[in-house]
């Protein structure tokens, strides 16, 4: 979605991916995932909030995808068609569909 040319504004909330390791403290997350809970933590090692959308890849969750999908014009009919007729087990695959809807708009 990032090089589709999705925008993020940095701030607490966030999960990204340090898809370069810039963070050398370890993630509680697997493959170097991280939730930004202080963001001046961030900022200390990426020097701005630029810095950060340019190393980092930013990880909506389901509620800010579903925010993304309604800022871009994707219908609700085609969000309720995805979990209807898809073979989503659980919310982690749903949001990988959102994913899949999002990128097919941008």
């Known amino acids: 979605m990032k090089d589709r040319g999705l925008q993020w504004q940095p701030h607490a909330g966030c ?13 509680p997350f697997p493959q170097n995932i991280y939730f930004i809970l202080n963001l001046g ?3 200390k090692r990426f020097q701005s909030l630029e810095g950060m959308t340019q190393k980092l890849v930013w990880l909506p969750t389901w509620h800010q995808a579903r925010q993304i999908c309604t800022s871009i014009g994707v219908a609700d009919s085609r969000i309720l068609e ?3 007729h898809s073979c989503l087990a659980d ?5 990988l569909g959102l994913y899949g809807l999002i990128l097919d708009h941008l």
């Open 41 to 43: 933590h961030f900022l």
């Open 82 to 84: 995805m979990v209807q």
């Open 15 to 27: 999960f990204v991916w340090d898809q370069e390791r810039v963070i050398e403290v370890s993630s």
């Open 91 to 95: 919310r982690d695959d749903e949001l």
